[in-house]
Structure formats: C-alpha cells, structure tokens
C-alpha cells in the first residue's frame, strides 16, 4: 500500500510504476471482455445458427454470475486466498475456459461452457477495483484516471475485431485471444503489489449483505424508487449489449464493432463531466437525461439505416456515454452519498446485483424472446418492432421515476483530480 503523504496524493504525482501497473491491470480486464461480448450474437447467431432465445440466454450467463459473484468474492477471497491470488488464479482458469469455447461448434453447450467462463470473470471485475482503491491510500477521486484505460482496452478490442476478424467465421478466434490476454493479464497481476487482507476485506458478500444494515435504505421512498428503476432500466441496456452488433451488422452496416466504440470514447468523456452537470441538475434530473437519451437512442435505432439515415445510428452509438454514466454511474454516486459509511460496499453490491445481475438476466432473456418472436430467417429480423420494446419500458420507467423519486440537489460527487 502507498505511504500517505503530506499533500493531497493526485494522480500526477502518483508513483509511476504504480500507475504503470494498474492503468494496465484495467486496459486488459476490459480488452479481455471487450473482445468477444460485443460480437457474440452475431457469431452465435450466424455461425452456430442459434435462435434469438439462445442467444439471450448466452449473455444472461454473464448476469446470473453477477449474482452469484459476490457470495464466491465475500467467502472464498476473504476467508482463504488473498484477492491478489484469487484474482490471478480466476485469470488462469479463465484463459483455458476461453480457449475451450472457441473451439465449441454446438449452441446449447456454448452457453454451458460461457457460464463457466462468466463465473470465472465476473468475480475479476470487483477485485480488479478493490486492488486498485488498496493503492490509493484513501484518495478514491483518482480511481477515475486508472480506470479510464479499462474503457481504452474495450475500444482497442473493438477495433481489432473489424480489423483482424473481420470476416464472421473468423469471429470464434476473439475468444481464443481473449484467453491468452487473461493469461497475459495473470502473469502481468503477478508483479503488481502485494495488499495486505484487511485493506480489502470484502464486505459484499449475500450474507453481509443482510447483516450490513444496508437494507435500511429501503425506508426511503426516494431510494427504493431508484432501486427499483435501476433494475427495469437494466432490460433495455441489455437489449443494447446483446443485440446491437447484430443488428448492425445485419443491416449492412460496414466495421460495426469498430464502429460501437465509440460509445466508449462517449463513456469517458461524460464520466468526467458528471460533477459538473451533478452540480448544474443535481442526482435526479441527471438521471431523467439518462433515460431520455435511451428513448432518443432506440427511436433513431427505430428510423436509422445505413444509407441515408446512417447518422441515426451514429448519433444512437455516441449516446452511450450519456445513457450510461449519468444513470448507472450517476446512480452508484447516489447510492453512495444515501448509505451510511460502514454500509456503503454493501450498498453498492446490493445496487450491482439489481442492475447487472437480476435486471441484465431478465433483458436477456426478454431480448432473446422478442428477438426470436420478430426473427423471419437467422440473417433477418423485424428490427422495428424489436427496438419499440426497450423504447417503451424506458418510458414507464422514466414517468415513474418522476413522478417519484426526490433527491436533495446537493448531492455531489468528490471532484475528480486526474
């Protein structure tokens, strides 16, 4: 852990090896995640031929690990192994569940061998965070400066998917690369420095959860509306992730994954503008835009093509950044400043179960049977009345969240020092 020092730590004058170290730590977590979800329902679909159902449940897989992943993180981490070696050995194991499923030609047990996968990683993304707070010696406003490179490696792994694996029967080789960058990734985590246990013991956990006092929370009207609209909102982000390339790609759309990056670049700019639009609208009217920019971003999926109204799709892509940050971000800010300090891990977790566990796992599986309902043949579907699906929960969810949610205006964040 870093020695405190004097003056404020920024992230200038971080160590250099540090930031080396965990700037890169978050660039391959991200590139190894990066590199085979966004163009998975394109290969199942036009490769292994699997319906719009199987498809949903393939990237349910991911959050039902969610669910799942803080129960393995709260007893196997803190209890046996340290989060460094766990963190490294879920990398290991990782890599060859990767290369198993790059060379699996049957649908059914793909996603078999994905859930493997995904309670592998899914488990990586909370302690990829924890070990990086454990160096900041109580400065967590720098996270964001660390955490920007794991939205670089999406974006590089968007790119090297058109540019190299460009041609579809080529795409099962994004798994296989995914799975040597975790080897890479394990090796990297290796020299990275050690953490003693109780700096990041692990307070997210199922049954911390119920002994933490965070369900308190729930006694405001105000957080048990965000709460709930937190895991509806979640079902059109699903419908995003799982079927967006595919969409693209079957309507002719030319280096879609390419393409679809640049809603991360979107993702990094808003990230660092939310404090001042947090102090401009405050927490609730943040939100609101956060959802009306998903109304925006499935009507112009609605009228966009690739020809003459292929700025829709542009525009619809370049939103991503103000759909997500300023309600999912924006969101865990909130819950953040709601929770007392001694419940705010257990806060957290609660909000990500909701979020990308049980709200990403019913979208899937919501958006695999739209998909399925609206699909003429496996290369073609009714995209239209597909995207009016998530347009529409949006806008129940944004009335409702209106018409009752409160929140204090001075909510704020820390300010960012990067």
């Not at 391959?28 to 449940?57: D, H």
């Not at 690990?65 to 993180?73: D, E, R």
């Not at 192994?81 to 030609?105: C, D, E, R």
């Amino acid at each position: 852990m870093l020695q405190k020092n004097s003056k404020k730590m920024t992230y200038n004058n971080m160590k250099g090896l540090i930031r080396l170290q965990f700037s890169m730590m978050m660039f391959l977590e991200f590139f190894i995640w990066g590199m085979w979800y966004v163009t998975m329902g394109t290969y199942l679909s036009t490769i292994l031929k699997a319906t719009g159902l199987q498809i949903g449940a393939a990237y349910g897989m991911m959050a039902i690990a969610t669910i799942i992943s803080p129960l393995l993180i709260g007893i196997v981490a803190d209890k046996f192994i340290s989060p460094k070696k766990m963190f490294i050995l879920l990398h290991l194991f990782g890599s060859g569940v990767l290369l198993i499923i790059s060379k699996v030609t049957d649908s059914s047990i793909f996603n078999w061998v994905l859930l493997l996968y995904a309670l592998l990683y899914a488990p990586t993304l909370a302690l990829s965070s924890s070990l990086t707070f454990a160096q900041l010696d109580g400065n967590e406003e720098l996270f964001p400066g660390l955490r920007v490179f794991g939205t670089l490696g999406w974006i590089i792994a968007g790119i090297s998917i058109d540019q190299f694996f460009g041609n579809q029967i080529s795409l099962s080789s994004t798994f296989a690369v995914a799975g040597i960058a975790s080897i890479v990734l394990a090796v990297w985590t290796i020299f990275l420095p050690e953490v003693r246990q109780e700096i990041v013991e692990n307070k997210t956990s199922t049954l911390s959860l119920y002994n933490s006092g965070a369900f308190s929370l729930f006694k405001n009207r105000s957080f048990s509306v965000f709460f709930i609209a937190s895991a509806l909102i979640a079902i059109p982000l699903s419908f995003y992730y799982s079927l967006t390339n595919q969409f693209l790609n079957e309507i002719g759309v030319v280096d879609a994954a390419s393409k679809m990056t640049g809603g991360q670049f979107s993702e990094a700019f808003f990230i660092l503008a939310i404090p001042f639009f947090l102090k401009k609208w405050g927490i609730k009217w943040m939100i609101v835009a956060g959802m009306i920019a998903w109304i925006i971003r499935f009507a112009f999926f609605y009228f966009g093509d690739a020809s003459t109204n292929s700025w829709m799709l542009i525009v619809s892509i370049l939103l991503h950044g103000l759909c997500y940050d300023f309600f999912f971000v924006a969101g865990q800010m909130y819950t953040d400043s709601m929770a007392k300090p001694e419940n705010r891990n257990a806060a957290q977790a609660m909000i990500t179960m909701s979020t990308y566990g049980v709200g990403m796992w019913i979208g899937s599986i919501l958006s695999g049977l739209v998909a399925n309902q609206n699909t003429i043949n496996t290369t073609e579907h009714l995209w239209n009345r597909i995207w009016i699906v998530p347009a529409m929960i949006t806008i129940v969810v944004l009335f409702l969240f209106i018409t009752f949610f409160k929140a204090d205006k001075k909510t704020k964040p820390k300010e960012i020092d990067i």
